[in-house]
């Protein structure tokens, strides 16, 4: 079954730990992307990736990391996690840059 | 840069029509449509380009009118299924431009009600 994954689908943590937030996809697509989901905000890009070890900011990369040195894995690392950053998370994928996109579960992470 | 959605929120009956709309104050070159269940991942529904047609499949359709930069996404004869946030996301140009980046609109919330 074609799908993006996303681990841990919920994270409590406290604020300076370090955490990472994994996402693989099996469609072998080029073009991954985290967003952060808030309220009345819609949907935020912190970071894309168009191919391995390609990847750009997005709207909102400050506090966040990742990393592409797999087509299929696209992580999200948070290094000193604070409050403003608990939000729901999710990894997308798609097979060309301006197609359909391919949305992961989500990660639902609280920082204490 | 925000696309604005309205209405925010919206409550039908089964059957009933509903039109959601996404403007932007810059030009653009493409307008995508997702439909995101609570608790659930966005799905997607259409992709709407500069210079293209109108699209559809089902009962659900969207138009794409460049000069107002704007779009709206049509549900006909709305069934309890079609429930969720609807969000619009908007690219101003092509991959490799300063304005490739796709931006979302907050979403417009639609209660189907039988």
């Known amino acids: 079954e074609a799908q993006v994954t996303q681990n841990p689908r919920y994270l409590i943590t406290v604020t300076g730990k370090k955490l990472t937030v994994t996402c693989s996809q099996n469609?072998?697509?080029?073009?991954m992307s985290w967003y952060r989901q808030d309220p009345g905000l819609g949907l935020r890009q912190i970071y894309y990736s168009m191919n391995v070890e390609v990847t750009d900011k997005g709207d909102v990369p400050e506090g966040y990391k990742v990393s592409r040195k797999e087509k299929r894995n696209f992580p999200l690392i948070l290094e000193s996690p604070s409050p403003n950053q608990t939000s729901l998370y999710f990894c997308?994928?798609?097979?060309?840059?301006?197609?359909?996109?391919?949305f992961g579960p989500g990660t639902r992470l609280t920082v204490t | 840069q925000q696309p604005v959605q309205s209405p925010q929120a919206v409550i039908l009956r089964e059957g009933e029509d509903a039109v959601i709309n996404c403007s932007s104050s810059?030009?653009?070159?493409?307008v995508h449509w997702y439909r995101q269940k609570h608790g659930e991942a966005p799905i997607f529904l259409m992709i709407?380009?500069?210079g293209g047609e109108q699209k559809g499949h089902d009962k659900i359709s969207a138009s794409f009118n460049e000069k107002k930069q704007q779009s709206s996404l049509y549900l006909t004869a709305s069934q309890l299924s079609y429930s969720g946030t609807y969000f619009c996301?908007?690219?101003?140009?092509?991959?490799?431009?300063?304005?490739?980046?796709?931006?979302w609109g907050a979403g417009t919330k639609l209660i189907i009600k039988p």
């Open positions: 469609m072998n697509h080029e073009y």
């Open positions: 810059k030009a653009l070159y493409s």
């Open positions: 996301g908007t690219r101003r140009g092509f991959l490799m431009d300063s304005n490739y980046q796709l931006i």
């Open positions: 997308a994928s798609s097979s060309t840059a301006a197609g359909e996109q391919y």
């Open positions: 709407l380009l500069k």
